[in-house]
């Protein structure tokens, strides 16, 4: 996963992630401690971070 955001940064092309995995459970995705905080370190520096939230949702869906 590392070497595909890796890839997309470099060449400027668009991303979108999306992931039931939160924050708390991170540590069951990835074995490395190092790996886990360089991933979302490069995260928050190359992408604007969006939390749906179910109120979030619940809003976004009164809009349509």
Same mark, same amino acid.
């Given at each position: 996963?590392?070497?595909?955001?890796?890839? $997309?940064?470099?060449?400027?092309?668009?991303? @979108?992630?999306?992931?039931?995995?939160?924050?708390?459970? !991170?540590?069951?995705?990835?074995?490395?401690?190092? $790996?886990?905080?360089?991933?979302?370190?490069? @995260?928050?520096?190359?992408?604007?971070?969006?939390?749906? !939230?179910?109120?979030?949702?619940?809003?976004?869906?009164?809009?349509?």
């Amino acid at each position: 996963l590392f070497e595909i955001l890796d890839q $997309r940064i470099a060449n400027y092309l668009p991303t @979108i992630i999306s992931t039931t995995v939160g924050a708390k459970d !991170t540590a069951s995705v990835f074995v490395s401690q190092t $790996r886990r905080s360089s991933f979302f370190a490069r @995260i928050r520096e190359f992408f604007e971070i969006v939390t749906l !939230t179910k109120d979030k949702q619940e809003e976004l869906e009164k809009i349509k």
